[in-house]
């Protein structure tokens, strides 16, 4: 199994510009999350979705944020525009059932200047 | 707002000793209790479930949960180098976790 597999790594961006992170979550999970990042804030949750279907999207920050799983193996977050209090890493991470711990993906480092 | 909150740390324990690691929620209908290791630059990773108060040992490490007294902790036994990392305390109420911003540990050799 190849794990939540998210692209890209590292993503440097000018303040303005739209940002799209991908994750490709462990086939046969049905929950998918969104959760960033920082020093000062530790883990957020975004928002995450059940059988592809958003559940709770209250930790999106604002309307710049938007999320979208168009099938069951393929989930975007999209910033637009991005702003530098967006620098983050942001993970996605899969799950079973929702009753299990979650796997994450190895995260986007996401640098707006 | 359901919260978890951990000592940020850094907690300093030399190699061969007993790591203590504490946690407590605020959702007192919480079910599902979670340790992640974060090793820096790195994702989290699951090192340990609870779900029913007690203790549960795997390996070195051993949970404890008092849903009583709404307080999690994990101890790590015979502490190596390695062990050094970010532990993270999540706690699931309803269907998402929620995460505790992480003690740092640091093993002294």
């Known amino acids: 199994d190849a794990g939540v597999i998210q692209s890209p790594r590292h993503e440097v961006t000018e303040m303005g510009q739209e940002v799209t992170l991908r994750c490709k979550p462990i086939?046969?999970?049905?929950?998918l999350f969104w959760y960033r990042q920082t020093m000062m804030r530790g883990l957020e949750l975004l928002i995450y979705?059940?059988?592809?279907?958003?559940?709770?999207d209250s930790g999106m920050p604002e309307d710049r944020f938007s999320a979208k799983m168009p099938n069951a193996s393929f989930s975007t977050l999209k910033i637009q525009p991005s702003e530098p209090r967006d620098s983050a890493v942001y993970f996605c991470?899969?799950?079973?059932?929702?009753?299990?711990?979650?796997?994450f993906g190895s995260g986007t480092r996401l640098t707006v200047v | 707002q359901k919260e978890v909150e951990q000592n940020s740390g850094p907690l300093s324990v030399p190699e061969g000793a007993i790591a203590s690691l504490n946690c407590t929620y605020s959702?007192?209908?919480?079910?599902?209790f979670f340790w992640y290791r974060q090793y820096s630059g790195k994702s989290p990773e699951l090192i340990m479930s609870?779900?029913?108060?007690g203790d549960k040992e795997d390996g070195r490490f051993t949970a404890q949960l008092n849903k009583a007294s709404q307080y999690v902790s994990l101890l790590i036994r015979d502490s190596q180098p390695s062990d050094s990392a970010t532990y993270l305390c999540?706690?699931?109420?309803?269907?998402?976790?929620?995460f505790g911003k992480g003690t740092r540990l640091h093993i002294l050799p």
């Open positions: 609870i779900y029913s108060n």
């Open positions: 991470a899969s799950s079973l059932q929702g009753s299990y711990g979650y796997t």
């Open positions: 999540a706690v699931k109420g309803d269907d998402k976790i929620i």
């Open positions: 086939s046969g999970h049905d929950y």
């Open positions: 979705f059940n059988n592809n279907v958003p559940i709770d």
């Open positions: 959702d007192r209908g919480s079910q599902s």
